[in-house]
């Protein structure tokens, strides 16, 4: 079997989005599978539009998300040569040819088709006139105006088109810069591209380019057109959806192993099977199991997912991923193995790593000023004595586990006569400054014994004062 080579070509004019991503991911798990080539593409000749940034923001994506390319980044607009050639030879061999219609004449033209109740495509005017190239020539790729072009979409099944629907495009224009569906056809052939993977808006594109490739005489690769993906009510993704560009995913705190996960089960199952690492998602990724129906995005389900991902990362790890949400809060150069404990002990209540970020302010800042309506209910007189005495207790106690710890709140719940939970809560106020937190045998034997002791006795300050 000849080796599986795909490819993702993105255009850098503007950030990679979920549905760029989707295709990407598609692409490298099909190659992947097969042990074959992804290739990195950068179609990149409209000039007025691409910018370097986005090709650096798309390169980060892919990078964030383990995409990994083998060949490449390719950059069309390196490549011009190369598509003049190739138009050169289409026109030599009587597959196209030379157009000096104006743009204005087309529209002309293009209203009065419309005006006659017909399609507004090109008339073919310039088609039998033999003209030469020239300074405002275009060239045009002299379509079959009989006849069907299909083929058997490995997604969607059989598709056909009818020649006579189909137009002559253009295939570079006047400026010598090729058009999208001749600079594919020509980087598919030339990359040796086998397997054709994108969304199933570029289905009318695929005539277009199988005629191109039959007039070329070359191979034609396997087209595989996936469903796209939409909001909840069924329409065309958008922010209004909370869709948002990879990268400001990963800025939101969500993991790549997540985000993958969710893009691929996007339009493609195995079984009933939710949750997959990156390497299940190799091992069972095909086309076969690749819906025709599109995928709903269902933000609820990604942090879902992510939650999962950050209960199963270890806490050294979670720490690293960590550092720089807490570098917005102000946290800077902390000690990692604090940063590491600190994560283990949110690491089951958290969705995101922004969401476990805020969650662990208190263990690097003063939690005071405290909650204003669990100060009034917890840190009033009433709870004197309780924090009082956790203060004598915690002092002697040579150190802070989970047992020793849960000992001591028992003790002086049955020596006062008070109710545990109020126990907590007043020091939970004490230590954190919220009434919502990880459990105290959790968090005390984190902040360690003197910054406890040293937080009790500011809450105790707070009741008197």
């Given at each position: 079997m000849t080796q599986v080579r795909t490819r993702f070509s993105p255009s850098p004019t503007g950030s990679l989005h979920l549905g760029g991503a989707h295709t990407a991911l598609f692409n490298w798990l099909y190659s992947r599978h097969h042990g074959g080539v992804f290739i990195l593409r950068i179609e990149d000749t409209d000039k007025e539009r691409s910018k370097e940034k986005y090709v650096e923001e798309i390169l980060e994506a892919l990078t964030w998300l383990g995409l990994n390319w083998d060949e490449g980044p390719y950059r069309q607009s390196q490549r011009l040569p190369i598509y003049r050639e190739y138009v050169k030879r289409l026109v030599e061999e009587g597959h196209a040819y030379y157009c000096d219609c104006s743009p204005e004449d087309l529209e002309i033209r293009r209203q009065a088709a419309l005006a006659r109740g017909e399609k507004p495509r090109y008339d073919r005017r310039?088609?039998?006139?033999?003209?030469?190239?020239?300074?405002?020539?275009?060239?045009?790729?002299?379509?079959?105006?009989?006849?069907?072009?299909?083929?058997?979409?490995?997604?969607?099944?059989?598709?056909?088109f009818d020649n006579q629907e189909l137009d002559d495009l253009v295939i570079m224009r006047a400026d010598g810069i090729p058009t999208y569906n001749l600079a594919v056809v020509v980087d598919d052939i030339t990359m040796k591209i086998t397997h054709i993977i994108r969304g199933d808006d570029h289905i009318s594109n695929t005539p277009r380019q199988i005629l191109i490739y039959q007039a070329l005489q070359a191979e034609m690769p396997f087209f595989a057109h996936m469903p796209l993906i939409l909001g909840k009510d069924r329409t065309k993704l958008?922010?209004?959806?909370?869709?948002?560009?990879?990268?400001?995913?990963?800025?939101?705190?969500i993991l790549p192993q997540a985000l993958n996960n969710f893009l691929a089960r996007l339009g493609w199952s195995h079984g009933d099977q939710e949750i997959f690492s990156l390497a299940e998602l190799i091992r069972y990724f095909d086309l076969d199991h690749v819906g025709k129906a599109p995928g709903i995005f269902d933000e609820e389900k990604l942090l879902w997912l992510n939650s999962h991902y950050i209960k199963e990362t270890p806490p050294a790890e979670l720490a690293r991923l960590l550092l720089p949400f807490l570098a917005r809060l102000g946290v800077t150069n902390p000690d990692m193995d604090y940063v590491a404990r600190v994560a283990a002990t949110l690491n089951k209540r958290s969705k995101t790593l922004v969401e476990m970020a805020e969650a662990a302010r208190f263990y690097f800042f003063d939690p005071r000023p405290y909650e204003e309506k669990g100060a009034k209910q917890f840190l009033t007189p009433a709870f004197l004595p309780l924090l009082e005495e956790a203060a004598r207790r915690l002092e002697d106690m040579p150190e802070l586990s989970e047992d020793s710890l849960t000992a001591m709140l028992k003790g002086i719940c049955e020596d006062r006569g008070c109710k545990l939970l109020d126990l907590a809560q007043c020091l939970r106020m004490a230590l954190t400054g919220?009434?919502?937190?990880?459990?105290?045998?959790?968090?005390?034997?984190?902040?360690?014994?003197?910054?406890?002791?040293?937080?009790?006795?500011?809450?105790?300050d707070y009741i008197r004062g």
């Open positions: 310039c088609r039998n006139r033999g003209l030469p190239p020239g300074p405002n020539t275009a060239v045009r790729f002299k379509t079959p105006e009989t006849g069907t072009t299909y083929w058997h979409d490995l997604i969607k099944g059989y598709i056909a958008s922010k209004r959806h909370g869709a948002l560009p990879v990268l400001a995913y990963r800025d939101r705190g919220k009434t919502v937190s990880p459990s105290l045998t959790e968090l005390m034997p984190v902040l360690g014994k003197e910054e406890c002791l040293r937080r009790i006795n500011n809450a105790l």
